[in-house]
Nanobody, 121 residues
């Protein structure tokens, strides 16, 4: 089992910055992809950014150029640096990890509990 602990959310004014972090712990043999998703009120959960074990990143068009995802492989931790925040970035942000507990097991999806980001003046 993998546990994810998220931190760094809160209230920020438009144009401001926040940095989210997510640490994975538990029985982890390897992690493939780590990433962030978000869900705004009344909307479906959507991808924000992902980073693979090889360091490849992927961003949604809505955050490209404003958000940066990074990863510490030794600590199984990722960060999401969010700059130039807009009101439409307001959402609950979820950390996601694709991990397996041993060589023979398939990769499983794990989710954090979610953290609120509110962009408002």
């Amino acid at each position: 089992q993998v546990q994810l602990v998220e931190s760094g959310g809160g209230l920020v004014q438009p144009g401001g910055s926040l940095r989210l972090s997510c640490g994975a712990s538990g029985v982890i043999f390897s992690i493939n992809v780590m990433g962030w998703y978000r869900q705004a009120p009344g909307k479906q959960r959507e991808l924000v950014a992902t980073i693979t074990s090889g360091g490849s990143t992927n961003y949604s068009d809505s955050v490209k150029g404003r958000f940066t995802i990074s990863r510490d492989y030794a600590k199984n931790t990722i960060w999401l640096q969010m700059d130039s925040l807009k009101r439409e970035d307001t959402a609950v942000y979820y950390c996601n990890v694709l991990a397996r507990s041993d060589w023979y097991s398939p990769y499983d999806d794990y989710w954090g509990q979610g953290i609120q980001v509110t962009v408002s003046s």
